[in-house]
């Protein structure tokens, strides 16, 4: 954190590959069109890096860049507001939406190519933790849909909590096999076609 | 790649890891392409369980396209602070009191120094060398004691002070040499020496 608010951009790399994912996944509630969501996460940690010399440590790095990235979000929702649409959406999926998150209602809608990537990829994913073992998927079930934690999961699974650690490594890393090829795939399809990754990403699965 | 590593990796995600293990993957992290890409298929494969929009950018990608943006200016203009962490106003609240504190000391040591000092005789003043600190001059003399013109006088040179502190937006000079001068007309500090 120190070498990154000195400027040193490699240490701002580790910071971005540690919280990007988590910073994407709260944006990720405001925005749900990929490539908007793309931008407000990018937006964000470039709003950070330019403050970085500021951050006086009073709270947690994590905390600190999680205020820029919901202020990023309900900036870029807002602005969504004043724009025409671009996904039709009936009265009923719109009230659902609202409800979901409240005062900061999704403006954005996934594009039917999107919504049909991801329920793919999701479909793949149910398939490969349905052909797991009953130990790993009771392990992985209970953390990645229950959010209970280890020590909670070595509670009720009745187990140290490094097996829950270890169950728990197995259980996606034998997902993992399933989407890498998948992943890779589109990755490779997308640098051949000369077109950026976030679009071509689901390709694959077309 | 180890698979003890790509445990820590899933641990890591799962916030089970401890500081010095998320350090130390990190680091290794930064010089694994294999373990970048797990990393962000990880993270794909949760997204997707959670019905979140996957992540369908790789890492490296990403950190290209950052600091391409960092570098053709993106967020330049942008200054802010999130909201509830402490901003770094140059003239922030606590400035602007102290400031405030030492033009009303000064002006009550430069009205009521001669008050003090019985037959009249008025010395020559240097307000500057007068002031030892705030809490020496309230202590010489409080608010009330001062006479209402005096007081009327002090208020408005503050408030003038206050509105061009706050026009400029920036620390205002500390106004003790303007205050040497700041009289009546025809009534200069050196005057009082006679």
């Known amino acids: ?206 | 790649m180890t698979d003890k590593v790509k445990e820590a990796l899933s641990a890591i995600m799962d916030g089970e890891a401890s500081e010095l293990e998320t350090r130390r993957i990190f680091d290794q992290i930064a010089q694994d392409d294999d373990l970048r890409e797990t990393w962000d298929r990880f993270h794909l494969a949760r997204a997707a369980m959670a019905d979140e929009p996957v992540d369908s950018t790789a890492s490296a990608e990403a950190i290209a396209s950052l600091w391409d943006a960092v570098d053709g200016g993106a967020g330049e203009e942008s200054t802010e602070t999130p909201e509830g962490a402490p901003r770094r106003n140059p003239f922030g609240l606590r400035t602007g009191a102290a400031v405030l504190g030492v033009a009303a000391a000064t002006v009550l040591a430069v009205w009521l120094y001669p008050v003090r000092h019985p037959g009249g005789m008025r010395l020559p003043v240097d307000p500057v060398a007068q002031v030892d600190s705030p809490a020496t001059l309230v202590q010489q003399a409080t608010w009330e004691s001062v006479s209402a013109e005096d007081r009327a006088r002090a208020r408005e040179y503050m408030l003038q002070h206050l509105r061009r502190q706050s026009m400029a937006n920036r620390a205002h000079p500390i106004p003790i040499a303007k205050l040497a001068t700041y009289r009546p007309q025809g009534q200069a500090v050196r005057n009082d020496l006679q």
């Open chain 1, 1 to 206: 954190m120190r070498r990154a608010q000195k400027g040193d951009r490699r240490a701002f790399d580790l910071l971005f590959l540690r919280y990007r994912h988590k910073i994407r996944g709260l944006v990720g509630r405001f925005v749900r069109d990929t490539a908007e969501l793309d931008d407000v996460v990018q937006e964000a940690f470039i709003k950070a890096y330019r403050a970085l010399p500021n951050f006086r440590g009073d709270s947690a790095f994590y905390t600190w860049l999680y205020r820029i990235a919901i202020n990023a979000s309900k900036n870029h929702v807002a602005a969504s507001g004043r724009r025409t649409p671009t996904v039709d959406m009936d009265i009923g999926t719109a009230e659902q939406l609202e409800q979901t998150d409240g005062a900061y209602a999704l403006r954005d809608s996934e594009s039917p190519e999107q919504a049909l990537r991801r329920d793919e990829l999701a479909a793949a994913i149910r398939q490969a933790i349905a052909d797991l073992p009953d130990d790993l998927r009771t392990t992985v079930t209970l953390r990645e849909f229950d959010g209970l934690s280890y020590r909670q999961i070595a509670e009720i699974t009745d187990c140290p909590v490094g097996t829950v650690r270890s169950r728990i490594f197995r259980a996606r890393e034998s997902i993992d096999e399933r989407i890498r090829f998948l992943v890779g795939r589109r990755r490779q399809d997308g640098a051949a076609s000369g077109m950026g990754a976030s679009t071509v990403v689901g390709d694959g699965y077309k």
